[in-house]
């Protein structure tokens, strides 16, 4: 009887010592809800991948890094009275308009939003070509080849782009990197409401693309590799992508990725009334094969007014057989399937090798991983890139590639994942 109470306190005083000694990265009490736990205080994220130079007058580009430290409350979100697959342009304006209130009066500096805060994924500053620029914190994209945005399109153009997240978006951010340099990814779990908006700027103008005539002109460091001295470039807004953490769509992902394109034709007083909806998808039509032959989608809804809506002379919005996708992105791909590879350890290509659409057009519930075994990010690749760059970058630090292995892009062979690249490869 001695004997086994004694072995009952030996027991549980093992445990207990285990418990304490658990790695800060495991989730203990903390779940994905609760307000994050303290953390000593962190060194500020880099706003961007340079400071201004000596003597620069013009805007400087700051980080909103101020998340939420507890889950903000649910609201009424205005998007949710209309049905989304009946009412798309409805529901994608509702968005948009969520998205753009406020911030069009503080110039996007979304820290400083009177109606509601919006908040940065950090760590895209880190890569050379690609980082975030100083002046409006854009990251590079996708570039259009010739005639890809427009007929009279006779030059390959560079895009760049900014993202902000809602609140709830913002607390799931700020939990996954509360200690910067302990990143926790599996509370990269996004609620209800979270909403990423996400604004693309080309370097074509109008006498490139005439549908451009009239947009938004915004100056950014682009060129920073081949010169010393700053020469901001001019840059036009082509496109604004949404993504939105909707419980409506749980039977199919869970999430709602929709796009919007700029078009000087139509009428409207301001640049942001003059932005059409191209349309919504909530799933991947996993059903549908063969996929060649399928026209008939039920899971991308476009806008039905698009053919006369949309600008003269552009075609190319479509993604896999007419899936959906935005004016930049790879064809081969449709917005839900490049974001449902986002997931950490193992990084797959975002776009489908030959042969493999059956497997990148599932329809991926939110927070599951693209391949078993794998913490998924939630559709999220701005955390994926963000996570991405810290790694390469402790490599780099450390000169050491045993650390931190759970970040390495590392297959099941356990070998890194051949030509996977960072940041500005994945479009
Ligand atoms: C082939 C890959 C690919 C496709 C297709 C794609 N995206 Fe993305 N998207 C990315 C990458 C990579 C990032 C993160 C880096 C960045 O922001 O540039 C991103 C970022 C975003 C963000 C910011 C939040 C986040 O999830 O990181 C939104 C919103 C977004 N995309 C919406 C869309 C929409 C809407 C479409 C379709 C119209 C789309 N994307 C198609 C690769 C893709």
Redesign the pocket.
Known sequence: MLKKIVLLFFSLFLAFNIVQRLPSNEVKSETINSPISAVPTQTPFPDAHNVPPPGWTGRVFKLSQNYPTAMPLAENYPWKQFNLKTQPVQYLNAVLRYGLEGNIQQDFDVRSNNVRKWYH?PNMHLNQESGREFIRGL?K?RTSEKFKLHPSQNKRVQNW?V?FYNAPGGFIIGKVWADHENPKRQFAIFPEGTV???LLFTQADQTLVPYLAGSLVWEADIFRKTTTVIKPQELHLLQI???VRDTDTDATTGWV???FIYNANRPGATVWERLVPIGLMYGNDPTKYPFSSNTNLTETVYNPNLATEKPAGYNEFQ?FNKR???PV??PK???L???STSQIPETVK??PPPGQEPTYFRNIKAGQPFSPGSISLD?????Q?GLGNFTQEKRIEKNNFKILPEFFPIGRDGKIIKGFKF?GQ??
């Open positions: 994924a990251t994209e782009a993202s990423a908006i996400k992508d949404i993504a990725f929709g796009t993604g959906l996708n935005g992105d790879n791909s449709s917005c399937s490049c974001h975002p776009i559709y999220s690749l701005q955390l890139v940041l994945t479009h």
